[in-house]
């Protein structure tokens, strides 16, 4: 299991463009992904769960990411969350 949080700096937070895009970022990979924000955890390849998080400018994210991939899954979305949000 590869683990990392993230504080979101994007002033409007986690809207639909870059939700859409982190979904489908997501679904690239094999493994079980998820977000978490203040003890809610979402399935990171379903838009609905991740714009309900309600993520704003400041909010700390947890990423998990747990399976074959893993490693590279976890990377790859947290360079996605460094460029984007």
């Known amino acids: 299991m590869k683990q990392f949080s993230y504080t979101i700096t994007d002033p409007e937070g986690i809207h639909a463009r870059p939700a859409g ?3 489908k970022a997501a679904k690239a990979f094999e493994s079980k992904i998820t977000i978490a924000k203040d003890g ?9 769960g991740v714009m309900g998080l309600g993520a704003k400018q400041g ?5 998990t990411a747990e399976g ?7 990377a ?4 996605f969350l460094k460029n984007n949000l």
């Open 68 to 74: 074959a991939d893993e490693a590279a899954a976890a």
């Open 40 to 48: 809610k955890s979402v399935d990171a390849k379903k838009i609905f």
């Open 21 to 23: 895009e982190f979904v």
């Open 76 to 79: 790859a979305l947290e360079d």
């Open 59 to 63: 909010h700390v994210i947890e990423v």
